[in-house]
């Protein structure tokens, strides 16, 4: 009989992650879930023999990378899953640590990120007695998670660990929580090598739903095509770039499909949109939901029919105005609409002068030099410092609208924002994943000043961890994104002033570097300094209270 190993379920649980392709586990220290350290860093004799236990956390079979707070960690592995079309991993202790994980795992949600973060839990023998932050966590994760459990047994840990990764990266990807008792995941058990357990793949696309799409793009004179994140997350970049190309098609891209067209492609008209939506009839909406960024899929007056594509029947839009829905892997269904009439090309030229219009038009804001500073003319000066494989991350309102106008990166998945959920507090854990999944990229993590006091006190992850992010601040002292609605519905606001805090000098207090900025002119400068700083460096820019972003929805 072969000899098989007696390990605890920490083992099983690592053995699986770095199975499904997982590189590294972010958490912030917990004894609920120390076995899972113990097997990350290769046990106790491996941790000795290193230069030092940091060493041991960067070099072991999984790598460690511990935050300041859980939400953190949790961002953390979005970002990783959003970034690499894997699944992030975390481990959280039990209660709070579960709880305070929460947003982030929504955001998850919201998003599609392939992501598994496992909890700790109160021992099963003393359940009902009251033990250290005994609370069943699976109700709470159920709804906004592919699935949630409880491992009740050290010997089902791996099938539920495999199940886990498996299913977080299955169509539609998303998170997965499972959490297992302190009692059972210090038990040992057999561990047996194995593969990974493998996703399931979006279905093949029904051929007639993807004829009745072709007749209704080879008929429509204005066709329009919006790419969302889903483009990037299915990997379908080249599929998409191939049904613009041959047929001609105006592109409006979102989130993660930011990229899929450079800002010099004449295909891409993002910022003609209003014109886009308003002239076409017909759109394509690929890979994202019909919610309120797309006026719940009316466009225009009358509204055009909408062809709307995913990956699973349960992102079907409910949106009356959907004319066809196929449903299926977004390759297979994008290649196949490839072939077909090409849209007369002064439509798309139009739209694309339109776009570059805009861009022209913004020309005096990027360079203004008001004071206070406008928040525009901090990307008038971050623009020509930004390379083809920077990575821009949004975290904020006002500030961060600006951000989503006047930045177009070159490459897919080099845009990171909170998504749909709107959460804030995501940007240093976001900047820590990118540092991680990207270490030789240019890193930029833009922030407005009310989302800095979300999560503040992870610069000093990031210095910790060696990430040299450059954190730009809009800092107008207040809650810019809520003061304009509320004087707009009331004609005065309240609870939406902050003070004119200086994160630059929190940030050198946390191990990083700063300056604060109140002349237009040195923005640029400052923000030189802050990429060749080697550390994360805050550029606290002081900006116009006044200089709002002109919204067209409220999200409702």
Same mark, same amino acid.
């Given at each position: 009989?072969?000899v098989?190993d007696?390990?605890?379920?920490? =083992?099983?649980?690592?053995?699986?992650?770095?199975?499904a392709?997982?590189?590294?586990?972010?958490?912030?220290?917990g004894?609920?879930?120390?076995?899972?350290?113990d097997?990350?860093? &290769?046990?106790?004799?491996?941790?000795?023999a290193?230069?030092?236990p940091?060493?041991?956390?960067?070099?072991?079979p999984?790598r460690?990378?511990?935050?300041?707070?859980? =939400?953190?960690?949790?961002?953390?592995?979005?970002?990783?899953g959003?970034?690499?079309?894997t699944?992030?991993?975390?481990?959280?202790?039990?209660?709070?640590?579960v709880?305070?994980?929460v947003?982030?795992?929504?955001?998850?949600?919201?998003?599609g990120? $392939?992501?598994?973060?496992?909890?700790?839990?109160?021992?099963?023998?003393?359940?009902?007695q009251g033990?250290?932050?005994?609370?069943?966590?699976? $109700?709470?994760?159920?709804?906004?998670?592919?699935?949630?459990?409880?491992?009740?047994?050290a #010997?089902?840990?791996?099938? /539920?660990?495999?199940? @886990?990764?498996?299913?977080a990266?299955? @169509?539609?990807?998303?998170?997965?929580?499972?959490?297992?008792?302190i009692?059972?995941?210090f038990?040992?058990?057999a561990?047996?090598?194995?593969?990974?357990?493998? $996703?399931?793949?979006?279905?093949p696309?029904?051929?007639? /739903?993807?004829?009745?799409a072709?007749?209704?793009?080879?008929?429509?004179r204005?066709?329009?095509?919006?790419?969302?994140?889903?483009?990037?997350?299915?990997?379908?970049?080249? /599929?998409?770039r191939?049904l613009?190309?041959?047929r001609?098609?105006?592109?409006?891209?979102?989130g993660m499909?930011?990229?899929?067209?450079?800002?010099?492609?004449?295909?891409?008209?993002t910022?003609?949109? #209003?014109?886009?939506f308003?002239?076409?009839?017909?759109?394509?909406?690929?890979g994202?939901?019909?919610?309120?960024?797309?006026?719940?899929?009316?466009?225009?007056?009358p509204? @055009?029919?909408v062809?709307?594509?995913?990956?699973?029947?349960?992102?079907?839009?409910?949106?009356p105005?959907?004319?066809?829905s196929?449903?299926g892997?977004?390759?297979?269904?994008?290649?196949?609409?490839?072939p077909?009439?090409?849209?007369?090309?002064?439509?798309? #030229?139009?739209?694309?002068?339109?776009?570059?219009a805009?861009i022209?038009?913004?020309e005096?804001?990027?360079t203004?030099?008001?004071?206070?500073?406008?928040?525009?003319?901090? %990307?008038?000066?971050?623009?020509?410092?930004?390379?083809?494989?920077?990575?821009?991350?949004?975290?904020?309102?006002?500030?961060?609208?600006?951000?989503?106008?006047f930045?177009?990166?070159?490459?897919?998945?080099?845009?990171?924002?909170?998504?749909?959920?709107?959460?804030?507090?995501?940007?240093p &854990?976001?900047?820590?994943?990118?540092?991680?999944?990207?270490?030789?990229s240019?890193?930029f993590?833009?922030?407005?000043?009310? @989302?800095a006091?979300?999560?503040?006190?992870?610069?000093?992850?990031?210095a910790?961890?060696?990430?040299p992010?450059?954190?730009i601040?809009?800092?107008?002292a207040g809650?810019?994104?809520?003061k304009?609605?509320?004087?707009?519905?009331?004609?005065?606001?309240?609870?939406?002033?902050?003070?004119?805090?200086? %994160?630059?000098?929190?940030?050198?207090a946390?191990?990083?570097?700063?300056?604060?900025?109140?002349?237009?002119? =040195?923005?640029?400068?400052?923000?030189d300094?802050?990429?060749?700083?080697?550390?994360?460096?805050?550029?606290n820019?002081?900006?116009?209270p006044?200089?709002?972003?002109?919204? #067209?929805?409220l999200?409702?």
């Open positions: 009989m072969p098989v007696e390990v605890n379920a920490g =083992q099983h649980i690592v053995d699986a992650a770095v199975a392709g997982v590189r590294t586990c972010f958490t912030l220290s004894a609920h879930v120390f076995p899972i350290y097997a990350a860093v &290769g046990g106790k004799d491996r941790v000795l290193s230069a030092d940091r060493t041991a956390e960067r070099d072991g999984l460690l990378v511990d935050t300041r707070h859980e =939400q953190t960690a949790v961002f953390a592995a979005e970002a990783t959003r970034l690499t079309r699944p992030g991993f975390a481990a959280v202790t039990a209660g709070p640590g709880t305070n994980a947003s982030a795992v929504a955001t998850a949600s919201f998003n990120t $392939p992501m598994v973060v496992v909890g700790g839990r109160s021992p099963d023998s003393r359940w009902g033990a250290l932050q005994e609370l069943d966590h699976v $109700p709470l994760l159920s709804p906004i998670t592919k699935a949630a459990w409880t491992t009740h047994s #010997s089902e840990v791996r099938d /539920a660990a495999d199940r @886990a990764f498996a299913l990266a299955s @169509a539609r990807s998303g998170p997965v929580f499972w959490d297992v008792p009692d059972v995941i038990a040992p058990s561990r047996e090598p194995r593969p990974a357990a493998r $996703p399931i793949p979006a279905p696309p029904d051929d007639d /739903a993807v004829a009745a072709r007749r209704q793009l080879d008929a429509a204005h066709p329009l095509v919006v790419l969302g994140s889903g483009v990037w997350q299915s990997d379908a970049v080249d /599929a998409a191939e613009v190309r041959l001609d098609l105006p592109v409006v891209a979102n499909a930011r990229g899929v067209l450079g800002p010099s492609d004449p295909h891409l008209v910022r003609a949109r #209003s014109r886009a308003a002239e076409a009839d017909l759109v394509v909406v690929v994202t939901p019909l919610d309120f960024r797309l006026g719940y899929g009316a466009f225009g007056d509204a @055009a029919p062809i709307h594509i995913v990956q699973t029947p349960d992102e079907v839009s409910a949106s105005h959907v004319a066809c196929v449903v892997d977004l390759t297979a269904a994008l290649l196949a609409l490839a077909g009439r090409a849209v007369d090309g002064t439509w798309t #030229s139009e739209l694309r002068q339109a776009a570059l805009a022209a038009a913004d005096p804001m990027l203004s030099r008001s004071t206070p500073i406008h928040p525009a003319r901090i %990307y008038g000066e971050l623009r020509s410092r930004l390379t083809p494989d920077s990575i821009v991350i949004g975290d904020g309102g006002d500030f961060v609208s600006f951000a989503g106008r930045v177009e990166p070159e490459q897919p998945g080099r845009w990171l924002d909170p998504g749909p959920y709107g959460c804030l507090g995501t940007g &854990g976001f900047a820590l994943a990118a540092g991680i999944v990207h270490p030789s240019p890193l993590l833009l922030m407005g000043d009310g @989302a006091g979300f999560s503040l006190a992870d610069l000093d992850t990031l910790r961890h060696r990430v992010a450059v954190v601040v809009g800092n107008n809650w810019g994104l809520e304009g609605p509320m004087r707009l519905l009331y004609g005065y606001d309240v609870v939406a002033d902050l003070s004119p805090t200086r %994160y630059d000098e929190a940030a050198i946390l191990g990083c570097g700063g300056e604060c900025v109140t002349d237009p002119e =040195q923005v640029g400068p400052a923000i300094r802050a990429m060749t700083a080697g550390i994360p460096y805050v550029v820019v002081m900006t116009d006044d200089a709002a972003y002109p919204r #067209s929805t999200g409702i």
